[in-house]
């Protein structure tokens, strides 16, 4: 009687072992996940959140979450701007086409009237740090300054964990995001790609375009176009 007794139990009590070993096994899954993520954090890097670092994103597919921390160490969450318009400028204030939107004052003129519409604009520093115009986190919110520039925030991300999921080529190179999370606009920011500031006035901001176009309720009009600058240098 005590051997069948003690068999009948032995079934459910593996079942208890094994949803136990289940459950601590995800609780640690977790506890690692955060770890990661805070430990990237900490280190001023940048980590993905649930995304295949290999698939970059197409126009009317969602964007891939990341965190990633500002010029003034503050932490940044991509999906914590949800309900809002995101604009990613990728930049490197070595690169004479991102020198051209700057000097001339077109990319923080660009900048001043999205946010001022309520969209956030964040500009991001995917150089490595081995490149010769690498600028650490100081010296590149000095330059922003000094440009009169108005992004919501500056990211680093010398790793180019951010830059190569979204597959961004150029500096600049604009990936505009919809309140729902989707990628709505990818490409330059203007139609001529040149590094001479006397094309800006001539040139279709692809920007200004596709926000005013949003806004107004009507769907963009261009939504992909190629983007033009100087190749990121991303970490080997």
Avoid at 87 to 101: A, D
């Amino acid at each position: 009687m005590e051997l069948k007794l003690a068999m009948s139990l032995s079934p459910t009590s593996d079942s208890r072992s094994l949803r136990a070993a289940r459950h601590a096994r995800a609780a640690l899954s977790r506890a690692s996940r955060r770890a990661v993520v805070a430990a990237a954090v900490a280190l001023g890097g940048a980590f993905l959140m649930g995304t295949n670092a290999f698939a970059a994103p197409a126009v009317g597919q969602q964007a891939p979450d990341f965190v990633a921390v500002d010029t003034t160490g503050a932490k940044h969450k991509l999906s914590d701007f949800a309900g809002k318009f995101v604009v990613l400028e990728w930049t490197n204030p070595g690169c004479p086409f991102v020198r051209k939107h700057y000097g001339s004052g077109n990319m923080p003129a660009t900048q001043k009237a999205a946010t001022d519409k309520g969209v956030v604009w964040l500009a991001i520093n995917s150089t490595e740090r081995a490149a010769s115009d690498y600028l650490k986190a100081g010296a590149l919110d000095a330059w922003m300054k000094s440009q009169s520039a108005a992004p919501t925030a500056v990211l680093m991300d010398e790793d180019g964990v951010i830059g190569q999921v979204y597959g961004a080529r150029t500096t600049p190179h604009i990936f505009i995001i919809d309140p729902k999370g989707v990628l709505v606009y990818a490409g330059g920011i203007d139609s001529i790609a040149s590094a001479r500031a006397d094309d800006i006035k001539t040139a279709t901001n692809y920007v200004n375009q596709a926000l005013g176009e949003a806004f107004g309720g009507k769907p963009i009009s261009t939504a992909t176009t190629r983007p033009y600058g100087c190749s990121i240098k991303y970490k080997a």
